[in-house]
């Protein structure tokens, strides 16, 4: 009967995590584990929503629970992986990202945050890997090419990075600082008129970009 009760507010939760309500979805996975000490779904659940609101170190706590109950479990090491970076346990991080995808090789937001721990460590031809195959995995990812353009952009690949810029405004339209970056890199190569329309877009969509004021009106001067 208990865990009839706690299948009820698991799925409850993540009715609530759909609609944004996340103080109530973790409410509903917190009895939820509490009626079923052993339902390794809802501690991952309930480590998740924790992490997306920051509570990080209790995440950590439910997720590895999660994990001792179901070792096999790729999300739940994904999951692990997100709250650990929020906590700057970066090491940790990438070693849960990378048995979350020896668990499941289709784990394509896995291999996305592997690059940008490898970015981050100044590893750009790792990091370029990792990013080639969350995008193989996973083409709608917006903010894998804008990593990639980034990425692209430090080691002067600007025209490569400007495709990659322009794939993540695609697939999300109100990707202000990836307008930001497409201003930056036409602004270089002299096409004035197209970095400002951008710059223009960027501070649309975020009207306190304070770079993306600054570079317009470099881009205005530059083009008199």
């Known amino acids: 009967m208990n865990h009839k009760k706690a299948i009820k507010n698991n799925d409850k939760g993540c009715l609530f995590l759909e609609q944004g309500s996340l103080s109530l979805a973790e409410k509903c996975f917190k009895k939820a584990v509490k009626l079923n000490p052993n339902y390794v779904e809802a501690y991952n659940n309930l480590g998740n929503i924790l992490q997306l609101q920051g509570k990080n170190d209790e995440a950590v706590g439910y997720l590895g629970k999660a994990i001792e ?34 668990i499941n090789p289709d784990l394509a937001e896995a291999y996305a945050n592997l690059g940008s721990i490898q970015q981050q460590r100044g590893r750009a031809e790792a990091a370029l890997e990792y990013y080639n195959k969350a995008i193989q995995l996973n083409p709608d990812g917006a903010e894998v090419y804008y990593n990639r353009g980034k990425l692209l952009c430090q080691s002067g690949q600007f025209e490569i990075a400007l495709e990659n810029f322009y794939k993540a405004i695609e697939l999300k339209p109100d990707y202000f600082e990836a307008y930001s970056n497409c201003g930056v890199l036409l602004s270089g190569s002299g096409q004035f008129d197209k970095a400002i329309e951008n710059f223009d877009t960027a501070i649309r969509l975020k009207p306190d970009l304070a770079v993306a004021y600054s570079n317009r009106g470099n881009a205005l001067s530059e083009s008199g």
Do not use: H
């Not at 997100?82 to 970066?90: R, S, T, V």
């Open 69 to 102: 109950i179901e070792p096999n479990f790729s999300q739940a090491y994904y999951n692990l992986g997100n709250a650990l970076k929020q906590l700057g346990e970066i090491d940790d991080a990438f070693a849960s990202y990378q048995k979350a995808i020896a």
